[in-house]
């Protein structure tokens, strides 16, 4: 298991790193491209490689029948994706770093469930709005110290402070509810959240929290774009922005969108110099495609690969050396009755024969001379870690044919 984690690790930062490379590339560009490309970041913790490996397992042939092949060596792709073996950890070592990591887990849900509460009991003493601002969501006054924020992911709920309007101008309000409003139709809250749950299960890798900054970051600045987008004006909103942050305390939660963030000197600047985001360039678009595309073909392939190459190698190792034609009955043949039988058998560390038994016959007369050709099979024996080990189940389907050639 601790083997399978580092493994999952290692993939995972390699992803992140991949991504932090495409966000350079894309610092010009919407910060929603942005965005997205640091989400992708972050969910990949919660999907193992392994997982889509183990669909391209499931899409690998099988081959059922003897057949002469070639089979290839270790595939470097797949020792690169899980450079740690089973082996690696002794059990001592694994219970105690298991044991490391499930308090750390809980101590980071603990206090992210303490933090939620408060949010909960501020929404719960918060009264409704006095005056709606036209909004389709539910509108809260809290007289804490919190600035606007849209808290909640089912049901959520637009919590203004008290004083907000004596704070802000009319206008001004508008641009931060148009801040507000972005957030709940991007499901920021809902995407803050699973990364919550990222931070808690990887809680000991900085760059998982490394990337939960640049979420935020990212967040924010998309609805600081969406919002001059939507013709508010850029003066007006940069000191709506430095009114809110001035007074207020930001969200202690990622799942709880406020209109503060970070990097405050950079958004505003942002929002100074912001321009109409062009449409993003082809050649861009087609690298982060085939960039998606490869992320998740390339496990596919390593576990279509990885399957393919094992059971060409089982085949192989099924190869008989001897194989000996059965006798066909006399009472079969002169009636001319043609039939077959599947008989299962052991192949010993020798690769000889052991426990031969029918597991289907056409015709109970065909089943002894079946047997004894089995008995005088000699396979390949089968190799694992340098020695010989039996192989139980293996299983040869013998046909029965007449040949007038055999019988003159």
């Not at 999952?8 to 495409?22: E, G, I, R």
């Not at 081959?63 to 002469?68: I, Y």
């Not at 600035?147 to 206008?171: K, M, Q």
């Not at 009114?243 to 207020?248: D, F, K, N, S």
């Amino acid at each position: 298991m601790i083997a399978s984690l580092v493994n999952h690790l290692w993939q995972s930062t390699v992803f992140a790193l991949a991504v932090a490379l495409a966000v350079r590339m894309l610092r010009n560009d919407a910060a929603r491209l942005r965005y997205a490309l640091w989400l992708a970041a972050s969910l990949k913790f919660l999907v193992p490689f392994a997982a889509l490996a183990a669909l391209g397992a499931a899409l690998a042939p099988a081959f059922e029948r003897p057949m002469l092949v070639i089979t290839a060596g270790p595939i470097p792709l797949e020792r690169l994706a899980a450079p740690v073996a089973a082996e690696s950890f002794p059990r001592a070592i694994a219970v105690a770093l298991a044991a490391i990591w499930i308090a750390g887990a809980m101590l980071v849900l603990l206090q992210s469930a303490r933090r939620v509460r408060r949010l909960a009991a501020l929404v719960d003493g918060a009264s409704p709005a006095r005056v709606a601002p036209g909004v389709a969501l539910p509108v809260r006054y809290c007289d804490a110290r919190i600035e606007p924020a849209l808290v909640g992911i089912t049901r959520p709920v637009l919590l203004l402070p008290t004083d907000v309007e004596a704070r802000l101008s009319p206008v001004q309000l508008d641009a931060v509810i148009a801040h507000e409003l972005c957030h709940w139709r991007r499901r920021d809250n809902l995407t803050g959240a699973l990364h919550m749950l990222v931070e808690a299960l990887f809680w000991f890798h900085p760059l998982v929290w490394w990337i939960g900054a640049r979420l935020v970051e990212e967040r924010e600045r998309a609805c600081d774009e969406a919002v001059v987008a939507a013709g508010h004006d850029r003066r007006t909103y940069a000191e709506a922005i430095l009114g809110v942050a001035e007074l207020r305390v930001a969200s202690p939660l990622k799942c709880a969108a406020g209109v503060g963030g970070v990097d405050l000197k950079g958004r505003i600047t942002a929002v100074m110099r912001s321009q109409a985001m062009k449409e993003l360039g082809m050649h861009k678009k087609l690298l982060l495609n085939l960039g998606g595309l490869a992320a998740i073909a390339l496990p596919v392939a390593v576990g279509w690969l990885s399957a393919t190459n094992a059971a060409l190698a089982q085949v192989e190792e099924y190869l008989p050396i001897v194989k000996i034609a059965p006798k066909y009955p006399l009472e079969a043949a002169e009636i001319g009755l043609e039939g077959y039988v599947i008989v299962e058998f052991t192949v010993n560390e020798e690769g000889s024969v052991e426990d031969p038994f029918i597991v289907e016959s056409s015709d109970p007369v065909f089943e002894q001379a079946a047997l004894d050709a089995v008995a005088k099979f000699k396979y390949k024996p089968r190799i694992v870690n340098g020695k010989p080990v039996a192989v139980p189940g293996v299983r040869n389907r013998i046909s029965f044919v007449v040949d007038p050639e055999d019988f003159v």
